[in-house]
């Protein structure tokens, strides 16, 4: 398994698969408790269409996504407190018209088979200068949980509660919707666009089943998060199969055996009896060994 | 501080969908008073005290908290709203102590981590509502009258000047309302401002100093609470009731004030 190390594109691919893992859950722990565990997948369909314009002008694929994910996210969340109810539609709009644009744009580049790398990840295809800049967004990404993620917290607990508490409500909604379109943009080029958001709700939802507090679940989350694409990664270069599938199947075996790891610590605990923290790191990290 | 009263409304009208929930509401809450918003389902209680914080737009009429329009108010640490329940949302878990140290938001510098003077007021939080010992527990784990104690917290660990409570009663057992009516009294006797929407009053009666009946969107009665008898059997037949509570009343307020 170490031999992989030997190779430069797989050492990058390993420090993307880090960096994708400890964003990904970190941004979904507020996406999935917001409800918007579908906002991921909708900005990787939009992302399509910047990554099709990108080519279309010789720029950066990377830059192009990045401009079209941030503005289509604050579209959508704009779109969002607008309308209560004509919302779904105009999102379903949205979606649709970032995956047919792209997909029509980056046809007409004869790009097919990058299309495909694309929409389901070549992790290989990393080069070391969009380490940089993944790295770069990362930081970012990272920054903004911890600066804001006492207001996001609240914002994502109680929208009212956090209007009475002077919080700038509509600011906090574009940023947590601009940070997941970030985090989009970081993890494509590995999971591709259409598996993007596994990332960010499948650690959220196995970690939530053994925690019991927000904190918790999110480095709980970011521990599945980094298991699952580095196993997955390792997995895939060792049995030569796609990393973005192996990543996501890895994370859901997760899920399934926290599901199962959750009931009984649950059952255990219908007796208050005061858990200390050692024990339950302890539990968690049994079951993301089970997982995998 | 200004002389300006904690909420003000003139006039206030809300409409959803076409439906006037508020149809001219004046009322205004003097600082240290002990207010109880009182009426049937879908009376406009609950709309009432949302308009007053600007959770509900106006479509007439103007509301201020502390002199000023919601939407231009900057001082929300002299605020804390405790909605009525508790959102799952996504389901993600979040500890008590999590939510309730929330509650310091509008206290704190996103830059700087909690201070002690933060963690002092979140543990005088806990202690208040007797959760303490369920600090680290899931608070969606806890029973329906514990989940508003935590919201209670949450509130207060903002060290509020006004504080409003949407039906912090209905639904919780005997024993949550007790330990409810125990925080109020202390509330009051620090001289706190609190607006309290409720379908009874039951332990709480005694520390009311003003009742607000709504019917229909309005102002149906105004004045002393009424007498403990009083239920929403009672209020459907006379609304206009007076309770003859006034002697109690003052001497309530003066052993509030001495």
Redesign the interface.
């Known amino acids: 398994m170490l031999d992989m190390l030997q190779y430069d594109f797989m050492r990058i691919a390993l420090v993307s698969a880090i960096l994708i893992g400890v964003t990904a859950p970190a941004v979904g722990?507020f996406?999935?408790?917001?409800?918007l565990?579908l906002l991921g997948d909708g900005v990787g369909h939009i992302a399509l269409t910047g990554i099709g314009l990108a080519l279309l002008t010789g720029t950066s694929p990377l830059l192009g996504a990045l401009v079209v994910c941030v503005l289509g996210a604050v579209a959508i969340e704009v779109l969002r407190a607008r309308s209560r109810s004509g919302g779904d539609v105009a999102l379903a709009v949205l979606f649709y018209g970032g995956l047919a644009g792209g997909v029509l744009l980056t046809n007409r580049e004869g790009g097919g088979a990058s299309l495909q790398a694309y929409l389901f990840g070549s992790i290989t295809s990393v080069t070391a200068r969009d380490l940089y800049v993944v790295a770069g967004l990362a930081v970012v990404v990272l920054g903004i949980v911890l600066?804001?993620g006492?207001?996001l917290?609240?914002l994502?607990?109680?929208e009212?509660?956090?209007?009475?508490?002077?919080?700038p409500v509509r600011f906090l909604s574009v940023l947590i919707a601009a940070t997941a379109a970030v985090t989009v943009v970081i993890a494509m080029r590995a999971i591709g666009l259409l598996l993007v958001s596994a990332l960010m709700v499948v650690p959220?939802a196995a970690a939530?089943q053994v925690?019991?507090?927000?904190?918790?679940?999110m480095l709980v989350a970011m521990g599945v998060g980094v298991l699952s694409a580095v196993t997955g990664l390792a997995g895939s270069f060792q049995y030569d199969l796609p990393p973005g599938p192996s990543i996501v199947l890895l994370a859901l075996a997760i899920f399934l055996a926290a599901v199962v790891g959750g009931s009984v610590v649950r059952r255990r605990r219908t007796v208050p009896a005061?858990v200390p923290d050692e024990a339950r790191a302890g539990a968690t990290a049994e079951a993301e060994v089970r997982g995998g | 501080m200004s002389s300006a009263p904690p909420l003000q409304m003139t006039g206030g009208r809300v409409r959803f969908d076409g439906r006037e929930a508020l149809s001219g509401v004046d009322l205004r809450v003097g600082a240290g008073e002990f207010l109880a918003v009182l009426g049937a389902n879908g009376s406009g209680k609950s709309t009432l005290v949302r308009a007053l914080l600007g959770l509900v737009p106006l479509s007439g009429g103007r509301t201020e908290i502390y002199g000023v329009p919601p939407a231009r108010f900057r001082d929300w640490k002299r605020v804390g709203y405790v909605p009525q329940r508790l959102p799952a949302g996504g389901g993600v878990p979040a500890t008590v102590r999590e939510i309730v140290a929330s509650g310091r938001v509008a206290r704190r510098s996103r830059w700087r981590p909690a201070s002690s003077a933060d963690r002092a007021a979140v543990d005088a939080a806990l202690r208040a509502v007797g959760l303490a010992d369920r600090a680290r527990d899931s608070a969606h784990l806890l029973s329906g009258g514990q989940q508003r104690r935590v919201l209670i917290a949450r509130a207060l660990a903002g060290e509020p000047d006004v504080l409003v409570m949407d039906e912090p009663t209905a639904g919780v057992d005997a024993a949550s309302q007790a330990a409810l009516a125990a925080i109020l009294r202390e509330l009051a006797g620090r001289g706190r401002t609190v607006v309290l929407v409720a379908h009874e009053l039951g332990p709480l009666e005694p520390l009311i100093d003003r009742c607000v009946v709504m019917e229909h969107g309005r102002v149906a009665h105004e004045g002393a609470p009424p007498p403990p008898a009083w239920s929403r059997a009672a209020q459907a037949e006379d609304p206009h009731h007076h309770g003859p509570r006034e002697g109690a009343r003052s001497d309530e307020i003066g052993m509030r004030a001495g």
């Not at chain 1, 996406?31 to 409800?35: A, L």
């Not at chain 1, 925690?211 to 679940?217: A, E, H, P």
């Open positions: 722990t996406i999935v408790q917001r409800r565990s600066v804001f006492r207001e917290f609240l994502c607990q109680d009212e509660v956090a209007r009475t508490a002077g919080l959220v939530q925690t019991r507090g927000f904190r918790g679940t005061p």
